[in-house]
């Protein structure tokens, strides 16, 4: 299969990949029968957490009705299959005390199982948004992709993914909220308008604390961002400690104050006098 085609396929989601959930026919070469101790995580898994409830839901569902939807897999160098996409069926599978499941074994490079395995997990919306990010960098970073490529590959507007490429943006400690449900995708993208992190984090624990709407929190957001940006503007810019020696010098050669006005090393002096009496005096000391 060429890299075009098999692109397609993945944009196309796990259809493409797998065979539909049915029982496993025993004549297949690349579908069968394998151990549970066979199997070995992903190390690209693009989830970090996974629910427990959700997984004890799903082995008493498997202890009922069986595996009907083989794991997808790869063969490993050292031996056994490296799970590309079903890590949770194979996780409630150990709990619920199976020792057989069906796999579905595909010939995949690193940047196709990692694809695979992004695509199988927003399908069934078992990442959270952070997630999702994190996913959408990795595929630029380690495998090359754009913001438009990983859109076409996703079905998805480029929007979508600039919006959720936004969150790595966000303070470590705003993004733990939103992975635990306390805030929502929109609450962080709102919350960047604040620009300073410090100003996110306030706003954050406000937002949770008294249950602001996206809406609310991105006004509060902006009027944060503007309200620091008036304080700055009303502070005085600190003078260069270079300028301030110089004028210092200056003053004291002089006899009188002498203020240097610089912007980006060009400026102009500003030399006080009292009398014309002192400006004879300032010009023979600078001519003479």
Known sequence: MSDSSKRRALGRGLDALLPSAAPVPSSSTNIFMARIEELH??????RSRFDEEKIDELAASLKEVGMLEPVLVRKRAQGGFEIVAGERRWRAAQRAGIYEIPVFVRELSETEAFEAALVE????????????ARGFQRLINEHSHSQDSIAKLL???????????????LPESVAERIESDELSEGHGRALLSAGENRLIEKLAQEAIAKGWSVRETERRARGAATAQKEREKSQPTRPNPNIRDLEERLSRSLGTRVVVADR??????????????????????LTG
Do not use: C
């Not at 400026?267 to 009496?277: A, V, W």
């Open 155 to 169: 079905g998805k507007d480029r929007s979508t993914v600039a919006n959720a490429l936004r969150l790595l943006k």
């Open 121 to 132: 997990n927003l399908q069934r919306e078992d990442l959270n948004p952070l997630e999702v």
């Open 41 to 46: 995580s992903n190390r690209s898994q693009p």
């Open 264 to 285: 980006n090393g060009k400026g102009h002096l500003n030399i006080s006098f009292s009398s014309y009496d002192e400006l004879d005096r300032i010009l023979e000391v």
